[in-house]
T-cell receptor, first 115, second 114 residues
Framework: GESVGLHLPTLSVQEGDNSIINCAYSNSASDYFIWYKQESGKGPQFIID?????DKRQGQRVTVLLNKTVKHLSLQIAATQPGDSAVYFC??????????????FGQGTILTVHP | IAGITQAPTSQILAAGRRMTLRCTQDMRHNAMYWYRQDLGLGLRLIHY???????GKGEVPDGYSVSRANTDDFPLTLASAVPSQTSVYFCASSDSSQGNTEAFFGQGTRLTVV
């Protein structure tokens, strides 16, 4: 059935500020955690991933932090730009076991960047 | 390079009718996925396939079936559509056999069941 009345959390920032988007995950057996960006009317696009045995990974203007103790994932975007405005989703995937290859998405966050 | 293609782009379907959403990729990816995204919500996994000939159930598989006869195609069938299946459907593929986590998504199919 359909979910009822859920709304995605929102984050509004000024251009040039740093943004931090958070996500709580549920499956401790996941091997990789991933961030995706979805612009209006489009499918999600891969941003960055992190393996479960790491706690930090940096990309271009983005950093992902993983805290397995509290099952928390965050995406930091440096010097946020208007083009970063989108919905951001965390995702997880298992590299083995009975759920091998099962890519599931977590909650999304709407990021709005004001000029 | 086409990447991953979904068809149709949009469809209005009468309740009770059968419908197959098509998905084709030309990247020779081993893994393929189907998601539904309801207005204002996240993506929920319907079914997935790690290799040709194998499929697995996702979070919301009821009312949907898939097949993976070959590497390139992963059709999603609604045997008897109901209004609650009104949604945007996304197909995706990834080269997960090489440890890649990046999934490539199609442009989506907007389905309205009336």
């Amino acid at each position: 059935g359909e979910s009822v009345g859920l709304h995605l959390p929102t984050l509004s920032v000024q251009e040039g500020d740093n943004s931090i988007i958070n996500c709580a995950y549920s499956n401790s057996a996941s091997d990789y955690f991933i961030w995706y960006k979805q612009e209006s009317g489009k499918g999600p696009q891969f941003i960055i991933d992190i393996r479960s045995n790491m706690d930090k990974r940096q990309g271009q203007r983005v950093t992902v932090l993983l805290n397995k103790t509290v099952k928390h994932l965050s995406l930091q975007i440096a010097a946020t730009q208007p083009g970063d405005s989108a919905v951001y989703f965390c995702a997880e995937i298992a590299a083995g076991g009975t759920s091998y290859g099962k890519l599931t998405f977590g909650q999304g966050t709407i990021l709005t960047v004001h000029p | 390079i086409a990447g991953i293609t979904q068809a149709p782009t949009s469809q209005i379907l009468a309740a009770g009718r059968r419908m197959t959403l098509r998905c084709t990729q030309d990247m020779r990816h081993n893994a393929m996925y189907w998601y539904r995204q309801d207005l204002g919500l996240g993506l929920r996994l319907i079914h997935y396939s790690n290799t040709a000939g194998t499929t697995g159930k996702g979070e919301v598989p009821d009312g949907y079936s898939v097949s993976r006869a070959n590497t390139d195609d992963f059709p999603l069938t609604l045997a008897s559509a109901v209004p609650s299946q009104t949604s945007v459907y996304f197909c995706a593929s990834s080269d997960s056999s090489q440890g890649n986590t990046e999934a490539f998504f199609g442009q989506g199919t907007r389905l309205t069941v009336v």
